[in-house]
């Protein structure tokens, strides 16, 4: 599933070149791709006709502001991926379910073979009503995150988002003394930490030298410290090589380029590889129908 840096990476790429386009018209083929809205129709009502405003993100969604006031927001589920054609007459890939024509430029598709992204658009609530935003996202210091969840009230419910939230340690270090969860389990709950998923979860802890099934509150103050820091250099790190691709090579940018951030990684997908700090074998286990790699000697 994409993660905050793929996410990031296409939010990016699209608002290099949408930014102030209008949506002429759009095609739904599957219904389920917008399957909040009771009909297909209802969808393309909202979005037709609409100028794109700014293109943001929080956790894993992409939202586009349209200026009318709605948002529509995408989630890339686990297989999605927005794509631009590189002409008109390009071939649609397979999967194509959703495609925006725009006023000028290239096409906008929503692909996903496996059906669990979509695309919605969201209302302004009534004046004077607002939405109950998480309690772990008012933690926050600042960023732009809490005006996204106050917009959005379908993501409201989002945790702190390591880059949209100003998140110091100390505040980290009270979510994590609240709870007797299971590191791994606690930083990919999208309730907690919005955007981070297995993969960075494990760089995340190999970096932090925290084994994945330590309780949360187990966790001193240089440890936290530690989560923290590595939570940033990681996810920056990836952001800044657009992502991983793996082997199944479903990710990849609007433009259809892999990201490369595979080729850094220290222990995820790496069962049996030397350790690149004490060069013992890497381990793998499954929980939950879930793969987890971790070094069995710097995380103890």
């Not at 990476?9 to 809205?37: E, P, Q, W």
């Amino acid at each position: 599933m994409p993660e905050l840096p793929e996410v990031e990476t296409v939010r990016a790429s699209l608002a290099r070149d949408m930014v102030g386009k209008k949506i002429k018209a759009c095609a739904v083929t599957n219904g389920r791709a917008v399957r909040r809205h009771a009909t297909a129709k209802d969808f393309r009502e909202y979005v037709e006709g609409r100028s794109i405003k700014s293109i943001t993100r929080l956790g894993k969604n992409i939202v586009f502001a349209l200026d009318d006031g709605g948002k529509m927001v995408a989630h890339l589920g686990m297989s999605g991926q927005l794509l631009r054609s590189k002409g008109p007459k390009d071939p649609k890939p397979k999967h194509t379910h959703v495609v925006f024509t725009m006023n000028q430029g290239p096409e906008l598709r929503f692909v996903d073979p496996r059906t669990f992204g979509e695309l919605f658009v969201s209302r302004p609530l009534p004046e004077g009503v607002s939405p109950e935003v998480s309690k772990y996202a008012r933690l926050s210091i600042g960023g732009d995150g809490m005006a996204t969840r106050l917009a959005v009230p379908e993501l409201a419910h989002l945790g702190l988002d390591p880059f949209e939230d100003a998140i110091v340690w100390d505040r980290l270090a009270t979510i994590f003394r609240s709870r007797t969860t299971e590191m791994k389990a606690l930083i990919t709950d999208q309730d907690v930490l919005a955007g981070i998923g297995n993969i960075y979860a494990d760089e995340i802890l190999y970096n932090a030298g925290v084994l994945y099934s330590r309780p949360s509150e187990s966790l001193s103050t240089i440890e936290i410290r530690r989560v923290h820091r590595a939570m940033t250099e990681i996810l920056s790190e990836a952001i800044k090589h657009h992502g991983s691709t793996l082997d199944d090579e479903q990710f990849v940018d609007p433009d259809g380029k892999p990201g490369e951030y595979q080729k850094f990684h220290q222990v995820y997908n790496r069962e049996g590889q030397p350790c690149g700090q004490c060069r013992a074998p890497i381990e793998r286990v499954v929980s939950k129908q879930r793969s987890t790699f971790f070094c069995p000697k710097c995380q103890n």
